[in-house]
């Protein structure tokens, strides 16, 4: 059984205003409810308010029906909610990153203990450099707490892709794989990445601890201009560490293979890989975090609303939805949010919630068939950018469900959330003791 807190009325009222009441015992007044058929967070309560249900779905009078009257095959898995059941509080919702926005704030506040493992994305993760350190180095880390010397990088949805881009980073400036050997330097035994070429070898005194500093802070540069050269696109970005560095690295490449070095030429190609798959889309927030703010972008509430979200660390704050004929005043007061996100300073440590937020930015910014716009506050010239930005947006979305058909749209809601076609919705159940 579930440990549930029960909020305040002041407070449901506020994340799900909403509420109809059902009858439980009666077949066909589930059905028949005037409940909307839209995508909605809804919960189910008990007579006595008690939290029975909290789930997302993208058609909630299917779903509460499911849940009131289940086909025979299921009926003994839910004659509990149907005998209990006495209202259903809801909002309604009209894109995924808004259906997790709001089911977060709700699990929250009713599930202290147990809400993390309901959630459809993991807090984020980051990438940690320590350039100025004794032995400076980078690694994965799901906490920031920034000391002078050190930047973080994200947020990343994935532990495994914050290691990901470690290893890259190791692979490409053949950087030290093993921290109890840099801390032994320079009187530690050399690993067998020495022997293969792919360590400069701080760790046996090779090089000097002054040199190997340098080699991380040209990592370091590398990676702080990833996220200028992925804006471009490669084009017009030729002055930026990473499109110097990478110009580099195809000349030596074509001036090994030239000279038959066909060593070195394998060598540098797959220095090109690794540094290509870095601009990789699960990576897409990687970036200083110092310069983590700007807006999401969503269309709800029919094809000509857009519901903006606003970030900035670990802080996703939903604001008032626009129809399109109100777009170009909207991104005047949208770009001098994004001018005060971008100068404001990002708190040195965060908090749980700061860390799950920047998660679940993490996993829209990198989630396949999001068709969502995301902006960074630094890539956003003034308004008239905004606005051009927003409207090629709209037309690319259009142009696409033009060519798929309807059959073929945009789900609005996450993968992680049910389909209208009677798959079970995600939720979380905690039933009262009598129904035991």
Known sequence: MSECR???????????????????????????????????????????DAPILLAVTSNLRAAVERKMHPPDQAAHAAIKLAGVATQVRYRLVHSALAANWWYYRCARLMYPQEYRRMLGWQPAWFVVCDAVGPYPRFWA?????????TTLFGPLARQTAAQRVVELLENIFDLCRYDELLKQSPKARPCSYKDMGKCTAVCDGTISME????????ALRFVEALGAYRHCGGEGASETDFAALRGEW???????????????????KARLAAADELLAPRFR?????????????????????IEPFFFRGGSLDMAPAVTQRR?????????????ELRQSKIADQWDQADVELAGLLAHHLTRHGDTGLYLFADEVEGASDLHQRIMDWLTKRRKHQDSTGPQCADSPLAPEVDGAGGEPDTGHESLPDRTS
């Open 6 to 48: 029960e909020p305040s009325q002041d407070f449901l009222a506020e994340l799900l205003p909403d509420c109809i009441g059902l009858q439980p015992h009666d077949g066909g007044n589930a059905g028949a409810a005037p409940l909307p058929t839209g995508s909605a967070v809804y919960l189910l309560l008990a007579a006595d």
């Open 141 to 149: 880390a799901n906490r920031v707490d920034v000391h002078a010397g």
């Open 211 to 218: 040199h190997y500093r340098k080699q991380i802070a040209t």
């Open 250 to 268: 195809e000349g030596l490449m074509r001036q090994a293979a030239g000279r038959l070095d066909f060593r070195m030429a394998a060598a540098m």
């Open 285 to 305: 927030g990687l970036r200083d975090l110092r310069r983590c703010a700007g807006m999401a972008l969503q269309t709800g509430g029919g094809s000509r609303q």
């Open 327 to 339: 777009l170009r005043e909207a991104c005047d007061a949208w770009a001098l949010r994004l001018t």
